[in-house]
T-cell receptor
Framework: GAGVSQSPSNKVTEKGKDVELRCDPI?????LYWYRQSLGQGLEFLIY????????KSGLPSDRFSAERTGGSVSTLTIQRTQQEDSAVYLC??????????????FGDGTRLSIL | RKEVEQDPGPFNVPEGATVAFNCTYS??????FFWYRQDCRKEPKLLMS???SGNEDGRFTAQLNRASQYISLLIRDSKLSDSATYLC????????????FGPGTRLSVLP
């Protein structure tokens, strides 16, 4: 399939470790988004990329979180020195972004992160 | 006030019922509107875009009222498989960074 692909599907790690989550968007989609969702809660916006640049980093919860996107395609979200409150499902989405605002987002299956 | 608000739910309806969800948004400059559904422990999936004149897709009808800053989703002849959380999504501008997701309304269709 040509959907948004995220890896790993599940990640269990010890508190204090660093983790790296990967997102491969739909081919040709210029916009890429990261969200996280705790159990039973709504989506929390983290960061948005237009091409390789991130005009909006306002949602990153702390300086332990960083994200990059290279080649206008794959993106990685890195969480350093993980804490238990980082446990959540991390969702990536992509969309065409022609400056018209009417292109919907398409989501990957998410990475379920559990911090022990 | 939250940028996008939805009926708090949950809605518990019998099979075959008609159910309507409401969504309001605060930014009058909002450009685009969507409904997503999210099944338990799954990712959100696009249900339908919402057009100014209203639009229908099978049993689903979406309406937009720009003057009242209000969006609705009507589901007719509900099925068990319609059980999910329905998310109202608003794009405040022309570019992707302005997407805002509502908190969602949970629907349970009962046999």
């Amino acid at each position: 399939g040509a959907g948004v692909s995220q890896s790993p599907s599940n990640k269990v790690t010890e508190k204090g470790k660093d983790v790296e989550l990967r997102c491969d968007p739909i081919s040709g989609h210029t916009a890429l988004y990261w969200y996280r969702q705790s159990l039973g809660q709504g989506l929390e916006f983290l960061i948005y990329f237009q091409g390789n640049s991130a005009p909006d980093k306002s949602g990153l919860p702390s300086d332990r979180f960083s994200a990059e996107r290279t080649g206008g395609s794959v993106s990685t979200l890195t969480i350093q020195r993980t804490q238990q409150e980082d446990s959540a499902v991390y969702l990536c989405a992509s969309s065409l972004d022609r400056g018209e605002g009417n292109q919907p987002q398409h989501f990957g299956d998410g990475t379920r992160l559990s911090i022990l | 006030r939250k940028e996008v608000e939805q009926d708090p739910g949950p809605f518990n309806v019998p099979e075959g019922a008609t159910v309507a969800f409401n969504c309001t948004y605060s930014n009058s400059a909002s450009q685009s509107f969507f409904w997503y559904r999210q099944d338990c422990r799954k990712e959100p999936k696009l249900l339908m875009s919402v057009y100014s004149s209203g639009n229908e897709d099978g049993r689903f009808t979406a309406q937009l009222n720009r003057a009242s800053q209000y969006i609705s989703l009507l589901i007719r002849d509900s099925k068990l498989s319609d059980s999910a959380t329905y998310l109202c999504v608003v794009n405040k501008g022309n570019y992707g960074q302005n997407f805002v997701f509502g908190p969602g309304t949970r629907l349970s269709v009962l046999p």
